[in-house]
T-cell receptor, first 115, second 114 residues
């Protein structure tokens, strides 16, 4: 089955710096890659996603890139702010599920943005 | 209330107790999920219901028993749990569509087994 690895496990940056979180997946048939942000004590919330027919997607300060050949995808956050501090999870959705999404998650990256 | 709600938010139970976790979604979705979130481990998918039918049981021990009476409600019945079952249990919902789409999570139930 699908296996997702995520690095780094913790990331500390200064406010205004960029942050990059990387994930690799094992199932070449996976076709959907969401990123979730979980603030302390709160629910995971989708911040951006990308499908396998797209190489890059941007939403303001957040971007995701996908390299299907290498089977890895990355989250890029520019001009980081203290409110970006949270745990970020990547996930991959193997193809073949009818309707529902079987998401396989990475272990998470704790991002700390210092003022 | 909007979105996905879960009750109770916190639960402490002994190993011989029986309790139930409840999830309700107000989004008109027709797929619901139970996840287990333990410290330093990835979110683990436990069960999936699509159109009120269980379509995934991810090798979960029988001491966890899900129930989905309708597309808006999902329960997780717990009995004779072990201390290692202590975790945050998250419910999520999504729309059953041809292409993958966002899952909306509830706030979770923090379970402690003593």
């Amino acid at each position: 089955g699908e296996n997702v690895e995520q690095h780094p496990s913790t990331l500390s940056v200064q406010e205004g710096d960029s942050a990059v979180i990387k994930c690799t997946y094992s199932d070449s048939a996976s076709n959907y890659f969401p990123w979730y942000k979980q603030e302390l004590g709160k629910r995971p919330q989708l911040i951006i996603d990308i499908r396998s027919n797209v190489g890059e997607k941007k939403d303001q300060r957040i971007a995701v890139t996908l390299n299907k050949t290498a089977k890895h995808f990355s989250l890029h956050i520019t001009e980081t702010q203290p409110e970006d501090s949270a745990v970020y999870f990547c996930a991959a959705s193997p193809a073949g599920n009818t309707g529902f999404q079987k998401l396989v998650f990475g272990t998470g990256t704790r991002l700390l943005v210092s003022p | 209330e909007t979105g996905v709600t879960q009750t109770p938010r916190h639960l402490v139970m002994g190993m011989t107790n029986k309790k139930s976790l409840k999830c309700e979604q107000h989004l008109g979705h027709n797929a619901m999920y139970w996840y287990k979130q333990s410290a330093k481990k990835p979110l683990e998918l436990m069960f999936v219901y699509s159109l009120e039918e269980r379509v995934e049981n991810n090798s979960v021990p029988s001491r966890f028993s899900p129930e989905c009476p309708n597309s808006s409600h999902l329960f997780l019945h717990l009995h004779t749990l072990q201390p290692e079952d202590s975790a945050l249990y998250l419910c999520a919902s999504s729309q059953v569509v041809a292409v993958p789409y966002e899952q909306y999570f509830g706030p979770g139930t923090r379970l402690t087994v003593t």
